[in-house]
């Protein structure tokens, strides 16, 4: 079990340095990034505020969005990369980072809310969010990626 546990964080922080490097795209935009939060933004909330009973309708409706989301982050994965197997491991990977920050900055901002925090507990929590900010914004590196590559943007999709 241990060997699977430092694969896995190996993985992790190779994934992370090959984006940090532009080596990967990561997110190739905030708009990639807010599709990857979105699935676990769907299931948490709703779930914590306890807006939702789980196995009602509203409960199945969710989880199938988020699962489009979760489809539709990996799918912007391989295309970006242009490599369907790279492609997963980094959808993956995207995925399992939004998780994890998003759980950090909930927790955080429960810190925030909370009237017994110390001092010292909400400036911990206020730097903890501003390393999660200062990460995600090194791994939107699309543009970076493509240049280094020499490959040609992606056209933006127009709004009429």
Known sequence: MEIIIFIVIAAFIGMLIAGATNKIVIYYDVSDLFISIAPWVILLIPNFLGLVEPHSFFWYVLNCISVIFALWSIKLSIDYNRNLVLGLFVGIFKLSAALLGVLVVFDKLLTLEDKDSSA?????????????????????????????????????????
Do not use: F
């Open 120 to 160: 010292s507990d909400t400036i911990k929590a206020m730097l903890v969010l501003a390393i999660v900010g200062w990460i995600s914004k090194i791994l939107i590196n699309g543009e970076q990626v493509y240049l280094e590559k020499g490959w040609e943007l992606p056209e933006k999709v127009e709004e009429s």
